[in-house]
């Protein structure tokens, strides 16, 4: 079974500074099947890089996905303070068929 | 606009049944792979079922037989029936349209909240 780890948990930053965001696969993933999303507090899950580094529709440019094989990296250039929240990567192809991180909290410092 | 919105959640008792409904609008319903994904309060997420056609169904391996996944494409609506629910299937439930390629959730819900507890 394919286990994703984020890396850090939690990451204390301040607006204006860069973040970046670490996902390892335990097997091999395809890049076409790695994607990030952005959750907020009580509001669903948001796509914002699939493929490994397409943005999704509506993602600021700030917003940029990297890697391949075991390890993919989001980067945000300058965080906004709408960025605060939970990322999750995630992959398809193994069991089960879609597989997420645990999350890396971006927190305000 | 393109919409999802779950609805169906809400209390029951250990080794009870319910239907959750996701109503879909805004897009061409019958020609996406639909899924449910659930997230545990405080916790992660978690995929739980995918389905294109009747005989194009998938499951999470640790809810196979209890969790069932259908569509009605005359009504853009999306169904997940669970029989015998545990305590640990407390969570708020997802809908989400698969984006091709990409193989990921473009388009989410806003969740629908099941609490199993007596």
């Known amino acids: 079974e394919l286990v994703l780890t984020q890396s850090p948990g939690t990451l204390s930053l301040s607006p204006g500074q860069r973040a970046t965001l670490s996902c390892r696969a335990s097997q091999s993933v395809s890049s076409s099947y790695l994607a990030w999303y952005q959750q907020k507090p009580g509001q669903a899950p948001r796509l914002l890089i699939y493929g490994a580094s397409s943005r999704a529709t509506g993602i600021p440019d700030r917003f940029s996905g990297s890697g391949s094989g075991t390890d993919f990296t989001l980067t945000i250039s300058r965080l906004e303070p709408e960025d605060f929240a939970v990322y999750y990567c995630?992959?398809?192809?193994?069991?089960?068929?879609?597989?997420f991180g645990p999350g890396t909290k971006v927190d305000i410092k | 606009e393109v919409q999802l919105v779950e609805s169906g959640g809400g209390l029951i008792q250990p080794g009870g049944s319910l239907r959750l409904s996701c109503s879909a609008s805004g897009f061409t319903f019958s020609r996406y792979y639909m899924s449910w994904l659930r997230q545990a309060p405080g916790k992660g997420l978690e995929w739980v079922s995918t389905?294109?056609?009747?005989?194009?169904?998938y499951y999470a391996d640790s809810l196979k037989g209890r969790f069932t996944i259908s569509r009605d494409n005359s009504k853009s609506t999306l169904y997940l029936h669970m029989n015998s629910l545990r305590t640990e299937d407390t969570a708020v439930y997802y809908c989400?349209?698969?984006?091709?390629?990409?193989?990921?959730?473009?388009?989410w819900g806003q969740g629908t909240m099941l609490t199993v507890s007596s």
């Open positions: 389905i294109y056609s009747p005989g194009s169904t």
């Open positions: 995630q992959q398809y192809g193994s069991s089960p068929l879609f597989t």
């Open positions: 989400a349209r698969v984006k091709l390629p990409g193989d990921c959730f473009d388009i």
